[in-house]
């Protein structure tokens, strides 16, 4: 993933991985990615044979999320 990962018809970027948390069946993996093609975190894991349990974006660019508000909207 540190190189690229071919997927479909493109290579991905280089993503930088940090390793957080490791027990006997998972780990907890910190992945900073420069581009955001559709499920590519998922598609990325899948081709080296890791699946992905659960996946938390905390930034889009420069924005924290944390930083985002949430906006309650009413669907009638």
């Known amino acids: 993933m540190e190189n690229g990962v071919r997927i479909d018809n493109y290579v991905t970027r280089e993503a930088k991985l940090k390793l957080i948390e490791q027990n006997e ?4 993996m ?18 080296i044979g890791k699946e992905v349990i659960k996946l938390h ?3 889009i660019g420069n924005i924290n999320v944390k930083e985002l508000k949430v906006r309650n909207m009413e669907i009638s």
């Open 25 to 28: 069946n998972t780990a907890t």
């Open 30 to 47: 910190e992945i900073v990615i420069h581009e955001g093609k559709n499920r590519q975190v998922r598609k990325m894991c899948e081709k």
């Open 57 to 59: 974006r905390s930034k």
